[in-house]
């Protein structure tokens, strides 16, 4: 008993892993989309329960209204208005297979670079208490991330919105041509 006292988060950090890695799998390895939509859900809410785990409620609650909610509902529309049957006929990407090997190499290169610099990307203690003291006053975790997301990143979180809004019409255009 005392075992799982002691590594008990550390045990919850590795089921959580485990059900993001396996959603993840699924959601690339899975024939049926509706099958890999509920794999993607499964991948989102292990993720919120990392983030919840790291006591950030915030992050963690915005990922299960926004991802696991709102987004998961658009996949499951575009899915449900897409004629699937049509789509299994035709070979959409048999095309653009060579730009998508290029691309994902690209993808690998990307995540061996970023692991080879985390080392050094990992925070210090200064830095994740500076987050939660605005003006040298200590707030709380939504207070500290709005203040950071709106002082700090307002152009990156603008252009992320605005990401979002033409893959929605896209998604809107692919399944009224569907």
């Known amino acids: 008993m005392s075992f799982l006292v002691a590594h008990g988060s550390a045990l919850l950090f590795y089921l959580f892993a485990g059900l993001v890695l396996a959603g993840a799998v699924g959601v690339v390895t899975l024939r049926n989309p509706m099958y890999g939509a ?21 992050v963690g609650l915005v990922q299960i209204f926004v991802y696991g909610g709102g987004v998961m509902v658009l996949f499951l529309f575009v899915i449900m208005l897409v004629n699937l049957h049509r789509l299994q006929e035709s070979r959409m990407f048999a095309s653009t297979a060579p730009l998508a090997a290029v691309v994902g190499a690209l993808l690998v290169g990307l995540i061996v670079w970023a692991l080879a610099q985390a080392p050094r990307a990992v925070p210090t203690v200064a830095a994740s208490t500076s987050l939660r003291s605005i003006a040298g006053a200590t707030a709380g975790n939504s207070e500290a991330v709005a203040w950071v997301l709106f002082k700090d990143y307002l152009v990156p979180f603008e252009i992320a919105s605005v990401f979002l809004l033409v893959a929605m019409i896209g998604a809107v255009v692919l399944g009224r041509k569907g």
């Open 38 to 58: 509920l794999s993607l859900l499964g991948a989102f809410l292990g993720v919120a329960a990392l983030f919840l785990l790291r006591h950030a409620e915030f």
